[in-house]
């Protein structure tokens, strides 16, 4: 998927409260999670915004559904197609199937067998290709052009970014004032989306993306002023190994987000204690986000701070090897 | 402990009720939880009553903190004791805190050494004793003799019997009817209070109790219409390995509730496949509850069921060889 192509429209607040509306009959208002004792361990006032229990087991439902409804009748009757063996897919096959939109998922040969039938079983077609970011761009191209199917990427979209900015939007109308915000940053939909939500409703709330040190690019971009794309990442936090896209980084250059990082080690430490305080198992896509605040305490001493969790699909052959390299 | 001591009074729903005001400022009121694709494996409509998300992780906080509020001022100036090194230890020690009360844990050499630290962070103080029932007993005997504490039985106590009834009492007022309730069956304070529930808010409600077939005791004990005692537990369900109690056993008799049993395996398959679907961790004596579900799907076809997920608490070195061995 090239990802300038969708960047000609940067997504606005007013775009955030319009997904709003759209995915309401749709989507979970997930809760918001408290524990007095991960509050002392933290030493600061923790609300997790708990996305884990989104429809599909992530935030992404909500960028998918926003898409899906944003299309006109025509469009939708050739369906929609995407990339991914990861939540997005999922996401995108659950929220075409609300309004009877055929989709389309390309799959790299080698994805988790659990993962593919799970989007198979939310009603979309699979499309095997090879392994390489280049096939399957080339396979998302063919059905496009064969099918007429609209490309919905995971994180350029400026439809999907609108609908991940909803899940801040429902956080932040849960308390008076936050402090602090935080959100893990791969290709950056969520965080861009979030950007337009704090910036619109909570300007003082200070924004934080919480990456893996193994796939620090976002960090690295931050602090160069432009987007480096030349990495190789290293780490347990498999939605979180993808590239920052451009829309997505001048949004968040822009915003001032800052940046914080966490190695594997504090990620998995970070969501086997969630999981011991609040019996809720997240990935350590999400666990990241807990990580960082556990990793800077001075950042946070005493504040009131949010935290996403993005979401809890973690696949069951891998939890075991997981918390037992703790 | 003797448990049979406590067993004069019989408790009655007038007591439920009573306990569902006591404990209600420290209680939490815990979510009933739902699941689509659980209802679509099940062939039924599930109604999981989150107590995992109870205060200390599980059902038994409702029970101790019943018996801790019933207590009048001398005794409870004297403290409270009991012997328990799992859920109704830490329950206890932390109802007791909620009153200032001095609770003393005895607990075997030997038990699981993050459970003895949670009982400890609640504020007991522990006291060892060798790894029997009976050093156990003799353990909790000298400290009401020394310290004229209190005894809470984990599930004789008529008190704890009431509280452990509130539970069922709040699942059943989310729904105008119920076909069934399932409850897991160890001692029977959740049983015995469940069936009072029951009896007197939808006594036309079957219930049910989800017993692991290596500890099947009581599932003899109700063909053959007498307790049945000696029998050696052989499962994984670590908080179902107790006897049922005798007052336990009148009132679940009197009340014509069927068991029904689930191999580890089924137990362990329940557990997981409930992780995977609502991202929730609930220990196998709360799994065994939805393997019977599973396991007897002509007995709850289409009907509206409703479970009692007892508890939350896996000790985090056992999750990974848990799930490893499915």
Redesign the interface.
């Known amino acids: 998927m090239n990802d300038t192509a969708a960047a000609s429209v940067l997504p606005a607040f007013d775009d955030v409260l319009a997904a709003a509306a759209r995915i309401a009959p749709h989507a979970h208002v997930t809760?918001v999670l408290r524990s007095r004792s991960l509050d002392a361990s933290a030493g600061c006032e923790l609300h997790f915004k708990a996305e884990?229990?989104q429809r599909a087991?992530a935030f992404k439902f909500r960028g998918a559904c926003n898409a899906i409804w944003s299309l006109d009748d025509a469009t939708a009757a050739r369906g929609v197609v995407t990339h991914s063996s990861g939540n997005h897919g999922a996401a995108l096959a659950l929220a075409a199937r609300t309004r009877g939109v055929a989709c389309h998922v390309v799959v790299p040969e080698g994805a988790v067998a659990a993962k593919l039938a799970a989007i198979e079983a939310y009603g979309a077609t699979l499309h095997r290709c090879a392994p390489t970011i280049a096939a399957r761009e080339a396979g998302c191209a063919q059905l496009q052009a064969q099918l007429g199917a609209e490309l919905v990427h995971p994180y350029t979209d400026p439809r999907v970014i609108a609908g991940q900015g909803t899940a801040a939007l429902e956080l932040l109308c849960t308390q008076a004032h936050f402090d602090a915000l935080i959100v893990p940053v791969g290709g950056g939909g969520l965080a861009a989306g979030t950007a337009l939500s704090v910036a619109a409703r909570s300007p003082a709330t200070r924004l934080y993306l919480a990456e893996p040190a193994g796939a620090a690019e976002t960090f690295a971009s931050m602090q160069r002023g432009e987007r480096v794309t030349d990495f190789t990442p290293d780490t347990v936090c498999d939605g979180l190994r993808g590239t920052l896209g451009a829309i997505n980084f001048s949004m968040l250059h822009a915003h001032g987000a800052q940046v914080l990082t966490a190695g594997d080690a504090d990620t998995v430490a970070a969501m086997?204690l969630f999981?011991?305080r609040?019996?809720?198992?997240?990935e350590p896509s999400s666990a990241v986000a807990l990580a960082v605040v556990l990793g800077n305490p001075a950042l946070f001493a005493g504040q009131r701070v949010g935290v996403v969790l993005t979401g809890?699909n973690v696949d069951?052959d891998a939890?075991?090897?997981l918390?037992?390299s703790t």
């Open positions: 809760p884990h229990l087991g086997r999981w011991q609040t019996k809720q198992i997240v809890g069951p939890l075991p090897a918390f037992a």
